[in-house]
């Protein structure tokens, strides 16, 4: 698969998340199992924007049916970072449908990342990561 290469969005734009409401999953804002949407500090890949695009480059799966067909384009996966740094409930939000597979597959794969921090506290937050793919 020599001609397939793998175009990734711009690492800061990919590695984003919003930042500091907690999705209240508990009576407590800050109780256990709450899940923010913005916190102090973001979650983060292991080795940060490098480390992710190498991740990516070695572990990212263009499936066969999308290069026959020619399909291209950036999927939008959400997925929840723990406060132990281990990645849940993955969904592909947007993008080709022949990709979102792939997509949730490869963040399937990740180590643990980073978690975010609120108030000096790790948290469970949600984390947005486009995955761009170009056939070339």
């Not at 793998?6 to 907690?22: E, G, K, N, V």
């Not at 109780?31 to 080795?47: A, H, I, M, R």
């Not at 290069?67 to 939000?93: L, Y």
């Amino acid at each position: 698969m020599k001609f397939v290469c793998l175009l990734l969005l711009s690492c800061s734009i990919c590695l984003y998340c919003t930042a500091q409401t907690p999705v209240p999953a508990s009576s407590s804002p800050h109780g256990t199992d709450s899940v923010f949407k913005k916190v102090e500090f973001e979650s983060s890949f292991p080795g940060g924007v490098a480390g992710w695009t190498r991740f990516l480059q070695q572990n990212l799966v263009y499936p066969k049916k999308a290069i026959k067909k020619n399909v291209q384009g950036t999927v939008v996966a959400r997925f929840i970072v723990d406060k132990d740094g281990a990645v849940s409930n993955i969904e592909a939000i947007d993008g080709p449908d022949l990709l979102k597979e792939a997509a949730v597959d490869v963040i399937r794969k990740s180590p643990n990342w980073k978690p975010a921090q609120q108030d000096g506290r790790k948290v469970k937050s949600y984390k947005i990561q486009p995955i761009s793919f170009k056939i070339q």
